[in-house]
């Protein structure tokens, strides 16, 4: 069965730097783009942007651009984002998401990771 | 960017009763090209991801029990639920997939509770 399991909880200083992992199984990894998704305490889901783990290819929301980051490695079938320069108000839990359609970026989502809470707190 | 926006915020309905949530986008999310409206809708209960439910606007996910039942097109949208269960106590979000290069955004969610 499909799975995404994504990395434990991370506690961050400002400024600094988080990667979150998110391996999957149960599928051909390269097959689907993945997106990434977070959700502040209380609030609702905010789209960061997607890669395509076939050709590494990337697309990042506005918002984003310029400090976040997202990586693959098909030998092990994991995603994974990268923030930097990390503020208190990035505290959030952060999902992969995997695009439904083989071959493309479009949502929706079918299968999602169980989340991971990034607290960024000095 | 395309906005959607969700009504009601919140919602309180009796058991066995229908909910109805809304949902709006700032632009049409139907392609003309194949006549789908680029329109999901995910359920969140407490500490968990988000559910698909239906996509392409009407169309349930698998196991998505058929109380649960989506319709509208181009820029309005309704998730219908036709009677209410206990286990429904969520939050509700719709999401349109239309934007490219494969953009999407969400709605602000609607809680439904039991009245």
């Known amino acids: 069965q499909v799975q995404l399991v994504q990395s434990g909880a991370e506690v961050k200083k400002p400024g600094a730097s988080v990667k979150v992992s998110c391996k999957a199984s149960g599928y051909t990894f390269t097959g689907y783009y993945m997106h990434w998704v977070r959700q502040a305490p209380g609030q609702g889901l905010e789209w960061m942007g997607w890669?395509?783990?076939?050709?590494?290819?990337?697309n990042y929301a506005q918002k984003f651009q310029g400090w976040v980051t997202m990586t693959r490695d098909t030998s092990i079938s994991t995603a994974y984002m990268e923030l930097s320069r990390l503020r208190s108000d990035d505290t959030a839990v952060y999902y992969c998401?995997?695009?439904?359609?083989?071959?493309?970026?479009?949502?929706?989502?079918?299968?999602w990771g169980q989340g991971t809470l990034v607290t960024v707190s000095s | 960017d395309i906005v959607m926006t969700q009504s009601p915020d919140s919602l309180a309905v009796s058991l066995g009763e229908r909910a109805t949530i809304n949902c709006k986008s700032s632009q049409s999310v139907l392609y003309s090209s194949n006549n789908k409206n680029y329109l999901a809708w995910y359920q969140q209960k407490p500490g968990q991801p988000p559910k698909l439910l239906i996509y392409w606007a009407s169309t349930r996910e698998s196991g998505v029990p058929d109380r649960f039942s989506g319709s509208g097109s181009g820029t309005d949208f309704t998730l219908t639920i036709s009677s209410l269960q206990a286990e429904d106590v969520a939050v509700y979000y719709c999401q349109q997939y239309y934007s490219t290069p494969s953009m999407c955004s969400f709605g602000q969610g609607t809680k439904l509770e039991i009245k």
């Open positions: 998401a995997r695009a439904f359609a083989h071959g493309s970026g479009r949502g929706p989502y079918d299968y």
């Open positions: 890669i395509n783990p076939n050709s590494g290819g990337t």
